[in-house]
């Protein structure tokens, strides 16, 4: 009895069954990443050093990786700021997935997929642009 209960949970639970199917819901990672990404990058320079310096001083982030954050004025952020960055990073990745998979669920598949396309590719555009100024 239990089995069975565990068995149909399972499959109703099916990565495949979600709105988006495989490829649509690689889509939506990728897509996902980089709105992620894009505004994580900002919200981590207003939060760890002001409205001032992101708007006035044009500080914004300009390497990820390697287990650091370089800012544009050389400066690296603090483990804190680091871990602050990641936890939000990932939140939001969540948060972002989910809502894309609700979206794909109220919409026919293919323009849900094509709309958040869209805003991936402009959030990654957006994130890109952004490290090489």
């Known amino acids: 009895m239990l ?15 979600s709105n988006f199917g495989y490829f649509g819901a690689f889509v939506s990672l990728i897509s996902a ?6 505004i994580c990058c900002r919200l981590i320079v207003i939060l760890a050093y002001g409205w001032s310096a992101f708007f006035r001083q044009g500080l914004h982030v300009i390497k990820l990786g390697d287990g650091e954050v370089r800012l544009s004025n050389g400066d690296e952020l603090t483990l804190f700021w680091s871990f602050v960055f990641i936890c939000g990073y990932c939140g939001l990745l969540y948060l972002l997935w989910i809502g894309a998979e609700k979206l794909a669920g109220r919409m026919p598949p293919i323009l ?22």
């Open 3 to 17: 089995q069975s209960k565990i068995k149909l949970y399972m499959q109703n639970k099916s990565f495949a069954r």
């Open 33 to 38: 990443t980089g709105i992620s990404l894009w």
């Open 112 to 133: 849900g997929i094509g709309l958040i396309s869209l805003l991936g590719f402009v959030g990654w555009l957006f994130l890109i642009a952004g490290f090489v100024s």
